[in-house]
């Protein structure tokens, strides 16, 4: 069965960091685009950065650049989110995504798996 499975979400006060995960199960990773959206309570669901298959080019939307970093480990067939200096706009639930044969797009009608999403809160 191939799936992906998302975690690490919590509550965290403003300005603190969190690290997200997104674990591949049944297919390596190693082979896929891979994206994580969110999405806000009454909000759009979002596409905010993908890590290309190949050679690993990444993109950020604006809204995160300089604070979020995406990375993988093969090893261990998972892909991170690293996001620092957190804002209570951030607070959404994340899911990650893969496609394959795919490059540099943060359309979600391109990828085939997704996880399951983990909560984000931003609060003090």
């Known amino acids: 069965q191939l799936q992906l499975v998302d975690s690490g979400g919590g509550l965290v006060q403003p300005g603190g960091s969190l690290r997200l995960s997104c674990a591949g199960s049944?297919?390596?990773?190693?082979?896929?685009?891979i994206a994580w959206f969110r999405q806000a309570p009454g909000k759009e669901r979002e596409g905010i950065v993908f890590?290309?298959?190949?050679?690993?080019?990444?993109y950020y939307v604006d809204s995160v650049k300089g604070r979020f970093t995406i990375s993988r480990d093969n090893t261990k067939n998972t892909v991170y989110l690293q996001m620092n200096r957190l804002r209570t706009s951030d607070t959404a639930v994340y899911s990650c995504?893969?496609?394959?044969?795919?490059?540099?797009?943060?359309?979600?009608?391109?990828?085939?798996?997704w996880g399951q999403g983990t909560q984000v809160t931003v609060s003090s």
């Open positions: 890590i290309n298959s190949g050679n690993d080019t990444t």
């Open positions: 049944g297919f390596s990773l190693t082979y896929y685009t």
């Open positions: 995504e893969a496609g394959f044969g795919i490059r540099s797009t943060l359309d979600p009608e391109q990828y085939t798996y």
